[in-house]
């Protein structure tokens, strides 16, 4: 299985942010948030340019696609996702996640995601509003709602971006779409419930998976439960 149309909707599933990991040890890292029950694999790429930190590129998901069978969530915050998503795709990437605030139509990445064989997801940072997306609505797999400021890991988790969860989800029941809403930022054990409360059913997490204080299988099983919430 490749593909996020094939996961549960009402189910939570649990995306481990690779931000997290052990960058020395990422074939190991990978294979013990599978073990501990992962439902695919946040990878989180940075150009330096659209946010202030950088991480991954093509050839580093070429590489851990040998190693793993995970859905591969690839979450673009970079200036150009037109130039780039092709080579991710090329590389392993199985979906691809934009920023919406970019200089692009929105429209044309979808299509070139499409083209390219991937799913597709749009994305809201914090002060974006949930309305943005709502004329894509119809194009993608999933919208994805930032619960920080993206370019870091370990930040804490802003609940007042609730409101705009439970308006996207309504906005896709409504037209009854099925779109995955993925929620990203200081989310573990805790917030989960809230996100989960609020609408949102993919929940990605770094620090709550890969540095739980018990285990990644512990921090993903905390994640799953809040499905009685949804
Ligand atoms: C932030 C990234 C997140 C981040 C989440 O720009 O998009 O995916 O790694 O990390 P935690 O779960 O530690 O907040
Ligand atoms: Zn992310």
Redesign the pocket.
């Known amino acids: 299985m490749r593909n996020i149309k094939e996961l549960a909707f009402d189910k939570i599933t649990v995306a481990p942010?690779l931000?997290?990991a052990d960058f020395g040890e990422l074939n190991t890292e990978i294979k013990r948030v599978t073990d501990a029950g992962a439902d695919l694999l946040?990878l989180?790429v940075?150009d330096g340019h659209f946010?202030p930190n950088l991480t991954m590129g093509p050839p580093l998901v070429k590489s851990i696609r040998k190693a793993s069978d995970l859905i591969f969530d690839a979450?673009l915050?970079i200036t150009d996702p037109l130039k780039y998503a092709p080579a991710f795709i090329e590389s392993g990437a199985d979906h691809i996640t934009f920023h919406v605030e970019l200089d692009y139509d929105p429209a044309e990445v979808i299509k070139t995601i499409k083209r390219c064989g991937a799913t597709a997801g749009i994305c809201v940072k914090p002060k974006t509003p949930a309305e943005t997306v709502f004329p894509y609505l119809d194009d993608v797999e999933m919208v994805l709602v930032?619960t920080?400021e993206?370019?870091?890991?370990?930040?804490s988790f802003m609940a007042d971006m609730m409101p705009k969860i439970t308006l996207l989800r309504e906005e896709i029941r409504r037209r009854r779409l099925k779109v995955h809403i993925e929620v990203?930022?200081?989310?573990d054990g805790i917030t989960v419930e809230t996100v989960a409360r609020a609408g949102g059913n993919m929940m990605?997490?770094?620090?709550?998976v890969f540095r739980h204080p018990e285990s990644a299988a512990k921090g993903i099983a905390e994640l799953h439960a809040a499905t009685k919430f949804l």
């Open positions: 942010s931000l997290a946040h989180d940075m946010v979450h915050m930032m920080v993206p370019g870091f890991g370990g930040q990203d930022g200081g989310i990605v997490a770094g620090t709550g």
